[in-house]
């Protein structure tokens, strides 16, 4: 298994709260992505970064920022939370069998009241 | 606009059949398609895929069909186990531009292998 973890990996917080979620690789691949899963939606990219300092929004980046200061940390924050954006939060990198394919990590629950 | 669709929220089969799950995609553009499967809370794990070069692609028990015409693939699983009960997303990517990779998914199909 791709070493990805997440962190943390269940949160409760409230509307207008800022949140950063955090995720951590050992591969040092290059690319990462942050996705959200919801009911009825499957799996929808936020955003993604190619490289140290490289990012690019999804199709989903209203509300949410990232951040890649290092090879092996990808942040995703939500500058104020909305109930809108309770959802579950994977993130993923790519490089293992090639640049297509995706591991992902064990996901975020996220509960915005 | 969707362009991975996967149009049965849901399959249940009999333990040993065989399962098919499908995928129609709009976008011709794609040159890679995947499949992951994920149970609950856990992250998706990735299954098997096919480049757009391939018609078929076997791994043990699950195989992945290709139709590039109808812009159409399926995935096989070859006898069911009641293991296999997951929901199953279907994904394909896009080379947009040398080295970005990005996946576009369906909203997946819940499989229920009944023993």
């Known amino acids: 298994d791709a070493g990805i973890t997440q962190s943390p990996r269940h949160k409760v917080t409230e509307t207008g709260t800022p949140v950063t979620l955090r995720c951590h690789q050992t591969?040092?691949?290059?690319?990462m992505y942050w996705y959200r899963q919801d009911p009825g939606h499957g799996l929808r990219l936020i955003h993604y970064?190619?490289?140290?300092?490289?990012?690019d929004k999804g199709e989903v980046s209203d509300g949410y920022s990232v951040s890649r200061s290092k090879t092996e940390d990808f942040l995703l924050t939500l500058e104020s939370a909305t109930s809108s954006q309770t959802s579950v939060y994977f993130c993923?990198?790519?490089?293992?069998?090639?640049?297509?394919?995706?591991?992902f990590g064990p996901g975020t629950r996220l509960l915005v009241l | 606009d969707q362009q991975v669709k996967q149009n049965s929220p849901s399959l249940s089969v009999q333990e040993g059949r065989i399962s098919i799950l499908n995928c129609d995609y709009t976008?011709?553009?794609?040159?890679?398609f995947l499949w992951y499967k994920k149970y609950p809370a856990e992250g998706p794990t990735f299954l098997i895929s096919?480049?757009?070069?391939?018609d078929k692609n076997e791994d043990g028990r699950f195989t992945v069909f290709l139709n590039k015409s109808a812009k159409h693939l399926s995935l096989h699983i070859v006898p069911s186990q009641p293991g296999d009960s997951a929901v199953y997303f279907c994904?394909?990517?896009?080379?947009?531009?040398?080295?970005?990779?990005?996946?576009?998914f369906g909203k997946g199909t819940l499989l229920t292998v009944n023993p």
């Open positions: 591969e040092n691949h290059r690319y």
């Open positions: 976008n011709s553009m794609f040159d890679y």
């Open positions: 096919i480049s757009s070069i391939k």
């Open positions: 970064s190619y490289g140290v300092k490289d990012t």
């Open positions: 994904a394909a990517s896009l080379n947009s531009g040398g080295s970005n990779y990005k996946l576009t």
């Open positions: 993923a990198i790519s490089g293992v069998r090639g640049q297509e394919t995706q591991y």
